[in-house]
C-alpha cells in the first residue's frame, strides 16, 4: 500500500546551528528551509529580511539555479548577533535536445502572445501576494498519488532553443482523480483556463510562500478561501498545453521556484 499520504509535520530541531536558531530542510538548489528562532528575533538572508512569525517562525528557500553560498543574519532580541555562512549544495538537472519539430510546437503563435502576457501577469499577481499568516507550520503532503512523470529543474532544448526549465513535479493520474490541498492556506488564484497551465489554482501559505496546482479538470475552491491540509481543492485534468493527464504542483518562495519533492516523504 503507498503511504505517501504521510504529512510532513513541522518538527523542531532538525538542524541545529546556534543557541535559538534551529531549522529543518535540505540546503540545496530548490530546497525549503522552515526553521524557528527567539521571539523578536531579526533574520536577512543575503541582506534580506526574513520576516519572523510571533512565535518566532520563518520561511526561506533557495531557487534551481541557487549560488553556492549564502548568508543568514540573526539578530536576537538581547542584541546577540550570529552570522552563518550556508552552503548550497548543487544539482544535476536532466536536459534533453528535441530537434526537427514544427515551428507551432516550440513558439506560440503571435496572436496569442497578448494572451500569454496578460495570464503571466495574473500569476504573478498571486504569488505576490503578502499574507502575515504562518499557514505553512502545517507541513505539506503530496496533493495526489501516482506516477512521477516528470521532475523538478529538467529542460528542453527544441531546435536549438533552450525552453524554460521544468519548475514542478509532475504526477500522472486519471482525470477526476481528487487533489487535495498540500498545506494549509488561503486561494488566491483559481482560473478555469490559462493558456499553457490550463484550469490553474494557487494557495498562498503564508510569508510569500504559496503552492501552484496545473493543468486541473475543475477548481473546487474559490479566490479568498481559506483551505486545510487534505482538503479536496480540484481534481486532476490535462488542461492547458498537456499531453495527458497529470497534477503539475509548484512551490514558489518569493521569486524563487523551489522542489516539491523536496517538502514531502517518498510517495511509497
Known amino acids: 500500500m503507498r503511504t505517501g499520504w504521510c504529512v510532513m509535520a513541522l518538527l523542531w530541531p532538525l538542524w541545529v546551528g546556534a543557541e535559538g536558531l534551529n531549522w529543518q530542510g ?39 539555479d541557487a549560488p553556492p553560498q549564502a548568508q543568514l543574519i540573526a539578530i536576537f532580541p538581547d542584541s546577540r548577533q550570529e552570522v552563518r555562512s550556508l552552503s548550497i549544495a548543487p544539482r ?53 498519488l501516482g506516477r512521477i512523470s516528470g521532475v523538478y529543474g529538467s529542460q528542453r532544448i527544441l531546435n536549438g532553443e533552450p525552453r524554460q526549465p ?9 482525470v477526476g482523480t481528487p487533489v487535495r490541498a498540500p498545506a494549509d492556506g488561503i486561494v488566491t488564484l483559481a482560473e478555469p483556463g490559462l493558456y499553457y497551465t490550463g484550469a490553474t489554482l494557487i494557495i498562498d501559505h503564508g510569508y510569500r510562500l504559496s503552492s501552484t496546482l496545473m493543468h486541473l479538470n475543475r477548481i473546487e475552491v474559490r479566490v479568498g478561501q481559506r483551505v486545510r491540509q487534505g482538503e479536496v481543492v480540484a481534481t486532476v ?32
Do not use: C
Open 26 to 64: 535540505q540546503l540545496t538548489q530548490g530546497g525549503l528551509i522552515l526553521g524557528r528562532t527567539l521571539p523578536g528575533t531579526r533574520l536577512e538572508l543575503d541582506g534580506e529580511p526574513v520576516p519572523v512569525t510571533v512565535e518566532g517562525a520563518f520561511v526561506f528557500g533557495f531557487g534551481r
Open 92 to 144: 544535476q538537472y536532466d536536459v534533453q535536445r528535441l530537434d526537427g519539430l514544427p515551428p507551432d510546437q516550440v513558439t506560440p503563435p503571435p496572436a496569442l502572445l497578448e494572451r500569454i502576457r496578460r495570464e503571466k501577469a495574473l500569476v504573478e499577481a498571486a504569488r505576490r501576494q503578502d499574507i502575515a499568516q504562518p499557514y505553512f507550520l502545517s507541513g505539506f503532503r503530496w496533493p495526489v
Open 166 to 174: 521544468h519548475y514542478g513535479v509532475d504526477i500522472a493520474a486519471p
Open 237 to 268: 485534468g490535462k488542461s492547458g498545453r498537456v499531453t495527458g493527464p497529470h497534477l503539475d504542483w509548484r512551490i514558489n518562495w518569493r521569486e524563487a521556484r523551489l522542489d516539491p519533492a523536496l517538502t514531502v516523504p517518498p510517495m511509497r
